[in-house]
């Protein structure tokens, strides 16, 4: 058994994926297992040869390099298949257009075993190669304590402590390793929507959900490719994926931990107020209104299970959710940033609005 199987999904990844394989290559920790997917890429007619030659050309050369070749299914597909092939003790995930550092895998592995972890995860930086090699380093996971053993499953025990923190870091599930068994053993999986959408979302709460040993690193360790990152969605089938994974992670409450239902209803209720909120802001302007309106009839319930009368709801909040709830149309003009180059009268129109949507909180 290796002690760390990583599963490398990849879709039409010519362009960057043999920098993520040869960071891979180049771990200190030596006992892994690489299962590269090739997510029915359509590009093997590329000069030198596609996704899938590239991943056959590693796998010859390298006896822990395996691949899977299948028609395209989506990113999330593509984990549930890598994880139920995986062999590793833990688990672990390198998107094909990001690279990890040498020592990736033997700090996060070093730290699972010595505290006998179900979660370990590290830290990355945001990196652009194009117009000039930068990398930045988010705050994302800076509340979350370093080096702090939690128990984010526990969350009836102690519903005010440090173990609830984890949940509202950024998802990042490619910068974990998990304990192979914990999620075998709870069927903890990714919902198999097409494309590459928030998928990391509901596995990730779920996972959270499950395990009791936790603990995070502050130490950089994987490079988040954002050359290609979108600026808006345009598309409509990508509107409400990150609503699905609510619902994914609603009904696997309902249907699998139901135990689980009231501890966690003001930490999902704040998680999910934060996805949308920053789903709303990704969103193509024409499609700000209606999924504004997905968004309060959503929340309508929640509000009247009083599950946002908690402190992680702060007073901005509320008035946004007020807001939301009485009047879509006021709150989407309100909450629609200005474009860049906005004139002298719709900078002045934008403060009115502001002033009508907080004098009606008041």
Not at 252 to 263: G, K, L, Q, T
Request: include cysteine; charge should be negative.
């Amino acid at each position: 058994m290796p002690k760390v199987s990583v599963v490398v999904p990849a879709y039409n990844a010519t362009a960057y994926i043999r920098e993520c394989l040869d960071s891979l290559r180049a771990q200190t920790l030596q006992d892994i297992e690489v299962i590269m997917i090739n997510d029915g890429s359509t590009d093997a007619d590329l000069p030198g040869g596609g996704t899938l030659a590239i991943m056959q050309e590693y796998a010859e050369c390298d006896e822990r390099f395996r691949v899977i070749d299948k028609p395209n299914s989506g990113y999330g597909a593509n984990i549930n298949r890598g994880f139920s092939e995986a062999t590793g003790e833990y688990l672990g995930i390198l998107e094909s257009d990001d690279f990890a550092e040498p020592d990736f895998l033997e700090t996060l592995y070093t730290l699972a075993k010595e505290h006998d972890l179900d979660i370990v995860r590290g830290r990355f930086c945001y990196y652009w190669s194009t117009p000039e090699v930068r990398n930045e380093v988010p705050g994302y996971i800076d509340h979350a304590p370093e080096g702090v053993l939690m128990d984010t499953g526990s969350l009836a025990a102690s519903p005010t402590s440090a173990d609830r923190e984890p949940y509202f870091a950024m998802p990042a599930i490619w910068s974990a390793l998990y304990r192979a068994s914990l999620i075998r053993e709870h069927g903890i999986t990714c919902l198999e929507t097409p494309g590459a959408s928030y998928q990391d979302t509901g596995f990730n709460l779920k996972a959270w959900m499950c395990a009791h040993r936790v603990m995070f690193t502050h130490k950089v360790l994987v490079h988040y490719r954002q050359d290609n990152e979108a600026s808006s969605i345009h598309s409509p089938g990508k509107v409400y994926t990150i609503c699905d994974e609510f619902a994914e992670v609603d009904r696997w409450i309902a249907e699998e931990h139901p135990e689980m239902a009231a501890p966690m209803g003001p930490v999902l209720a704040k998680k999910r107020w934060d996805s949308y909120e920053w789903n709303f802001g990704r969103v193509g302007s024409e499609f700000k209104r209606e999924f504004a309106e997905r968004w309060r009839d959503e929340f309508a319930p929640i509000a009247r299970a009083g599950l946002v009368n908690t402190p992680l709801f702060t007073v901005t909040m509320h008035r946004m959710l007020q807001v939301l709830l009485r009047d879509v149309d006021l709150f989407v003009e309100w909450r629609t940033p200005l474009p860049a180059g906005a004139s002298f009268s719709e900078k002045l129109h934008h403060k009115f609005v502001t002033w009508r949507a907080l004098s009606s909180t008041r």
